[in-house]
């Protein structure tokens, strides 16, 4: 017992040793800071977005939304049961999914418009198709172990789950198997987003990683720290080259994927609330990170400075969701409301 202590011991130093060079070796390549390299581009001033629609429809804390790729329609999931889709031009819901279980946590759009999928408490990833006359059930697909935290859809055969059980998954929706599992986070799976390609996803964990993964070969590519607490959104910078993370540290950080490091921390010694939700401009120069203390608040993502403020919620703003097209904002909250910006 006393050797294996031993041993254990001299491992763990060898990798905090590891860490140590690792760290210095990002330092030395770090030749210049974001806003220092964004020195000469032109501030985008103040952003003030007007609310253009409130939709209205859920009775309980919405908790995820997710846009179509037609820009037009999108999802939400609430714990009042209900999965509801809207047309967000008239402001009316096309549809409602009534779950199994009210705890749900997640939802996704697939991106043929033909299904939507949630996920909770439950532990499992239900897919609906919405295309038949009444949603009908698809598939459960049920092998995590914990809470399923984010879902997000390759195509209408394939889609890819976090769970509380630590791991990622991609699923056979055909079959309803498991294809490939993403082990490597040692705290809950909050968040995922797919790359533009599909051939890669990154990761958000509860053990304040964020990690890079290859959707083929199951492996973690790249590994980014720096957040001091849970990682519970994360997102793609629309050039593909770097991550946006949010925290309960109150933080949202940039990691360039090529750079493998951070290059810039976006935070306000006046925001004390974590970060439920990030969501990007089409451009990527805005960030629209959601809060605990009831707003929205944007950054410029270049300069590192607060732009704008989106208020009107009266509760926690659980999700942010940016339409493809870019043409505005979509905030959701436990106030039960859904609002529309641009």
């Known amino acids: 017992m006393a050797s294996e202590k031993a041993e254990i011991d001299a491992l763990k130093k060898e990798c905090d040793g590891l860490?140590?060079?690792?760290?210095?070796?990002?330092?030395?390549?770090?030749?210049?800071?974001?806003?220092?390299?964004?020195?000469?581009?032109?501030?985008?001033?103040?952003?003030?977005?007007?609310?253009?629609?409130?939709?209205?429809?859920?009775?309980?804390?919405?908790?995820?939304?997710?846009?179509?790729?037609?820009?037009?329609?999108?999802?939400?999931?609430?714990?009042?049961?209900?999965?509801?889709?809207?047309?967000?031009?008239?402001?009316?819901?096309?549809?409602?999914?009534?779950?199994?279980s009210a705890w749900v946590m997640s939802c996704s759009y697939a991106p043929s418009g033909n299904m939507v999928a949630s996920g909770g408490l439950d532990?499992?990833?239900?897919?609906?198709?919405?295309?038949?006359?009444?949603?009908?059930?698809?598939?459960?697909?049920?092998?995590?172990?914990?809470?399923?935290?984010?879902?997000?859809?390759?195509?209408?055969?394939?889609?890819?789950?976090?769970?509380?059980?630590?791991?990622?998954?991609?699923?056979?929706?055909e079959t309803g198997k498991q294809k490939v599992i993403y082990t490597n986070h040692i705290g809950d799976c909050m968040s995922l987003a797919l790359s533009s390609d599909m051939n890669t996803f990154i990761s958000g964990a509860c053990d304040s990683l964020a990690k890079l993964w290859d959707v083929r070969d199951g492996t973690c590519k790249q590994t980014f720290s720096g957040h001091t607490s849970d990682i519970n959104a994360i997102s793609f910078f629309p050039s593909g080259n770097a991550i946006i993370t949010g925290a309960d540290d109150c933080t949202c950080k940039m990691y360039d994927l090529r750079a493998d490091q951070e290059v810039v921390t976006y935070k306000d010694a006046s925001l004390k609330s974590g970060v439920t939700s990030v969501a990007l401009s089409l451009s990527g120069r805005l960030i629209f990170a959601g809060y605990d203390d009831f707003n929205c608040h944007i950054w410029d993502s270049l300069?590192?400075?607060?732009v704008g403020v989106l208020a009107g919620h009266e509760n926690r703003v659980s999700c942010t969701g940016v339409p493809p097209d870019g043409m505005g904002v979509c905030t959701g909250s436990w106030d039960s409301f859904m609002k529309l910006w641009n």
């Open 19 to 100: 860490r140590t060079q690792i760290e210095t070796a990002r330092k030395a390549v770090a030749d210049t800071t974001m806003p220092g390299a964004s020195g000469g581009v032109a501030s985008v001033g103040q952003i003030q977005l007007k609310q253009r629609k409130n939709l209205k429809g859920h009775l309980a804390k919405i908790y995820s939304l997710h846009w179509s790729d037609d820009s037009r329609q999108m999802v939400s999931a609430s714990q009042d049961g209900k999965l509801l889709i809207w047309d967000t031009f008239t402001g009316n819901k096309v549809a409602a999914v009534p779950l199994k």
């Open 123 to 173: 532990n499992m990833c239900t897919v609906y198709n919405i295309k038949a006359a009444s949603p009908k059930t698809v598939r459960e697909l049920d092998a995590h172990t914990g809470y399923l935290a984010c879902c997000r859809f390759l195509s209408d055969s394939e889609i890819i789950t976090a769970s509380g059980d630590t791991t990622c998954c991609l699923w056979d929706i």
């Open 303 to 306: 300069k590192g400075e607060k």
